[in-house]
């Protein structure tokens, strides 16, 4: 048996949302390979986007304070990160992986932020407002339709704004490989330091 790991962090060009600005978001991608013993290869892509999640409670409550108490408020929403988990045999190029998440999830934190960005951002968080389950059921809806994924694992992040501890969310293929248990290190490993 062999298997090998490449983690590395992958730029992909971004565009600003109004501004018309660019710049390079990077993403943290490992490549791992194995080889079992009956001469079957296994390939996995692992892929982190990170975004923005707004709750839908926090905006329900916010709106609810201006409608009855002329009270302006500012909802939550966190810094949050999917790690999406491949196995393959066509190949699948981490472009898009990285166009599945923007699919599935439009609201990809920015790499260039105009007062116009922010704005766009401002519309974006809160036309795709998402709790962490629902995130996770976006990204399962995408990876499901594509062939070229054998098999998939999600886990998303909300490291909230709101309380002491994150919001986390598994989901898995149909009769996935993947493991739904997952170790202390990869929860630790979903918080990304800017």
Request: glycine letters at 2%; proline letters at 2%.
């Amino acid at each position: 048996n062999a298997k090998i790991g490449l983690n590395f962090s992958y730029p992909i060009m971004i565009r600003s949302l109004r501004s018309n600005n660019q710049g390079y978001q990077y993403y943290n991608v490992s490549l791992e390979g194995s080889m079992t013993n009956n001469g079957v290869f296994k390939k996995i892509l692992h892929f982190d986007f990170v975004y923005s999640s707004a709750c839908p409670c926090s905006y329900e409550l916010a709106e609810y304070a201006r409608m009855q108490r002329n009270k302006a408020t500012v909802t939550h929403s966190q810094r949050s990160v999917a790690r999406i988990s491949i196995e393959f045999n066509q190949i699948i190029w981490i472009e898009d992986l990285h166009q599945i998440c923007t699919n599935a999830l439009h609201t990809e934190t920015q790499v260039i932020v105009k007062r116009e960005d922010e704005m766009a951002f401002a519309e974006l968080n809160g036309s795709y407002l998402k709790f962490v389950e629902d995130a996770a059921r976006l990204l399962y809806e995408q990876l499901i339709k594509d062939k070229r994924v054998k098999d998939f694992r999600v886990i998303c992040s909300h490291q909230e704004s709101l309380h002491s501890h994150d919001a986390i969310s598994v989901i898995l293929a149909p009769n996935s490989k993947f493991s739904s248990e997952i170790s202390h290190e990869l929860w630790s490993s979903l918080i990304h330091k800017s």
